[in-house]
């Protein structure tokens, strides 16, 4: 395995589209290992290709947030198909360092993707799992967790990230 270096705002990969992975190839699951080991030295709750220069749907996430489960999941081509509830928490990104701020997300959500067996899976979240969920299938889209901010807020996140927009 590898560590992979975090691309940072306003890096341009970051507001690109992901594009849907079709095969599950030898590079995709050692792309999907080195994810793994930069989230956890990085001490990130997600991490989502794009993020470290690779636009393609493929997440990596801490499913260690929701107490169940004890391992790090790679979701490919993940795609929220339910939610319920909402929830203020505080979030960071590691695109976006030294920035944190609270977002509004759902609370509860219902996820579908494809492991690296090829197989779909189907699961619901809660919490800050699910909160991860939606930040790094945000990702994919070229959303970044400060689009989410109210006007006032945003300002303050320009001042602090002043001429690198
Ligand atoms: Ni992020």
Redesign the pocket.
């Known amino acids: 395995m590898a560590l992979i270096e975090i691309r940072t705002f306003p890096d341009p990969v970051l507001r690109k589209l992901a594009a849907p992975v079709e095969n599950i190839t030898d590079e995709i699951v050692k792309l999907s290992q080195d994810m793994i080991e930069t989230m956890i030295l990085a001490h990130?709750a997600?991490?989502?290709a794009n993020?470290v220069g690779v636009p393609i749907q493929l997440i990596a996430v801490d499913a260690s947030l929701n107490s169940r489960n004890k391992k790090h999941l790679i979701i490919l081509n993940p795609v929220i198909i339910g939610t319920d509830l909402e929830e203020i928490g505080e979030e960071?990104?590691?695109?976006?360092p030294g920035f944190y701020e609270f977002v509004k997300r759902a609370k509860i959500v219902s996820a579908r993707g494809v492991d690296l067996t090829g197989k779909t899976i189907e699961f619901e979240c809660e919490g800050q799992f699910a909160r991860a969920m939606q930040?790094?299938i945000?990702?994919l889209k070229g959303v970044?967790?400060i689009d989410h901010l109210s006007p006032v807020k945003k300002n303050i996140f320009k001042k602090k990230y002043a001429g690198q927009k």
């Open positions: 990130g997600g991490l989502a993020q960071g990104c590691l695109s976006v930040h790094e945000d990702h970044l967790f």
